[in-house]
């Protein structure tokens, strides 16, 4: 996990886009699931009760060095919890996403496809925190801790698989699995970590429609910058703004996204190397089948990814980093690519 050293402590920023006043939150609770409870409707930017507006960010991604690689914008218009969409334009590289009150998902891209830390940008900034089916207390169990930020002490949620070898281990290293540091004082996340190195941090929270919304996202591998998002603009928006009805030559998909069988979908693979069997779990003898929930975009490329079972926790880390480099020949439904909800299942074995 990157130390939390080298963060910056969240401070509530001043918004000019404010329709309400905050009010004083009370002490954080001790039980994770309270945490969140309490956090989530700060983080919910689907309720019909907020009123139309549009954020415009530009985003920063990095090479394999650490050195800046290119620059783009990210825009989202939201009207409703039906009606909204995102734009991503970098170079002669634009992908849109529209949402209609009929139910309609259409999309516009022209160029190369989104990278895969760029598309998930998206998500960072607007739904950080998990999903309550994340956290179901039939599969997974919650692991606090508390982190020191300088002289400040970051309350920490680990949310970990219950998996077959965790007998076998004394510890798991926070940051290993999905793990959450909130502010000490106020339900607001300041930094995200998983799989032992992929770290999030969330700097300039603003209060934005009584929700909190950063200013700065970070995207780090280990001590490596992958991507930073700065968000320049939120204000108010008309809904019958015209950007939120899609031109003519929009493509429709009759559904948003398609379950397609794993099978299925491995022969569509083009791209991507097989993961690296790690050392730590060769010496403790720990094989099986790491299994994956994936959404495979339009793209090719993978948009998601999450953790449904594994017999070890370095495992989890060597499969995530590999799958997520995967791409995959778009899938065609009714001629027209669309998003795939897919399992990966990635076994590893130590033979005989």
């Known amino acids: 996990m990157r130390p939390l050293t080298q963060f910056a402590l969240v ?11 905050s009010t004083p939150a009370p002490e954080l609770p001790k039980d994770p699931r309270e945490l969140f409870s309490l956090a989530a409707p700060s983080y919910n930017f689907t309720d019909p009760s907020l009123k139309p507006w549009h954020l415009r960010a530009t985003y920063q991604l990095y090479d ?3 050195e800046p690689a290119s620059t783009g914008t990210y825009e989202y218009w939201w009207a409703s919890p039906t009606v909204y969409r995102s734009t991503w334009t970098r170079g002669d590289s634009t992908h849109t996403d529209w949402h ?16 895969f830390f760029e598309y998930r940008l998206e ?30 002490k970051l309350p ?3 949310i970990v698989p219950k998996m077959p070898m965790h007998e076998q281990l004394s510890t798991i290293p926070l940051g290993m699995f999905p793990t959450y540091c909130f502010d000490p004082h106020l339900p607001v996340l300041v930094v995200k970590t998983s799989f032992g190195s992929l770290t999030v941090a969330y700097e300039h929270v603003a209060r934005v429609q009584d929700r909190y919304l950063p200013r700065l996202v970070e995207e780090y591998e280990g001590q490596r910058k992958i991507a930073t998002m700065t968000v320049d603009t939120i204000e108010k928006l008309n809904p019958d703004d015209p950007a939120l009805t899609p ?4 493509k429709n998909t009759s559904v948003a996204t398609v379950g397609v069988a794993s ?29 994956l929930k994936a959404l495979i975009g339009r793209d090719g490329k993978i948009h998601d990814l999450k953790v449904i079972s594994a017999p ?3 495992l989890v880390e060597s499969a995530l980093w590999a799958v997520s480099q995967w791409e995959y020949k778009p899938y065609l439904l009714n001629g027209d690519p669309v998003d795939v909800a897919t399992q990966i299942n990635v076994v590893y074995s130590l033979g005989n």
């Open 312 to 314: 070890f926790p370095s």
């Open 247 to 250: 031109p003519p030559d929009a």
């Open 156 to 158: 920490c949620i680990m």
């Open 64 to 66: 394999e060095t650490g």
């Open 263 to 291: 099978g299925v979908m491995a022969g569509h693979r083009i791209r991507g190397q097989n993961p690296v069997y790690p050392q730590d779990a060769k010496e403790a003898r720990a094989q099986g089948k790491v299994v």
């Open 123 to 152: 998500s960072d900034i607007l739904t950080p925190l998990p999903e309550p089916a994340d956290y179901d207390p039939a599969t997974t169990y919650f692991d606090r801790e508390v982190r020191s930020l300088g002289t400040t």
């Open 100 to 115: 209609t009150s009929d139910g309609k998902h259409l999309y516009a891209a022209t160029g190369h496809g989104l990278e």
């Open 11 to 21: 401070g509530l920023a001043s918004c000019a886009f404010l329709y309400g006043q």
